[in-house]
């Protein structure tokens, strides 16, 4: 059974950092391109930091380039999200999914980023 488990979502200060882990069951990370999304209230969810499948190589959304990395442990079967210098802006739930999105959604995790 495919699984997604977003956890390391919290309430932090304009200016902290977090680390979400995904731990995927059912399937192997490595073999897809895999995705952070993001959904704040009353928006969109957006694609906002990927890590290609083959070459690892990874795109990030104008919003986060700089201030996020995307990283995955093939052994672990897990996907990681470090986040620098957070942002009100970044207040949003976290899922992981494949990059164009196919998978069933976990639950996500809640970042919250205010004063």
């Known amino acids: 059974q495919v699984q997604l488990v977003e956890s390391g979502g919290d309430s932090v200060l304009p200016g902290g950092s977090l680390r979400l882990s995904c731990a995927a069951s059912g399937f192997s990370l490595s073999s897809y391109s895999m995705g952070w999304h993001r959904q704040a209230p009353g928006k969109e969810r957006e694609l906002v930091a990927m890590?290609?499948?083959?070459?690892?190589?990874?795109w990030y959304g104008d919003s986060v380039r700089g201030r996020f990395s995307i990283t995955r442990d093939n052994v672990k079967n897990t996907l990681f999200l470090d986040m620098y210098d957070l942002e009100p802006d970044d207040t949003a739930v976290y899922y992981c999914?494949?990059?164009?999105?196919?998978?069933?959604w976990g639950q996500g995790t809640q970042v919250t980023v205010s004063s």
């Open positions: 999914n494949t990059a164009t999105p196919f998978l069933t």
């Open positions: 890590i290609f499948r083959d070459t690892g190589k990874t």
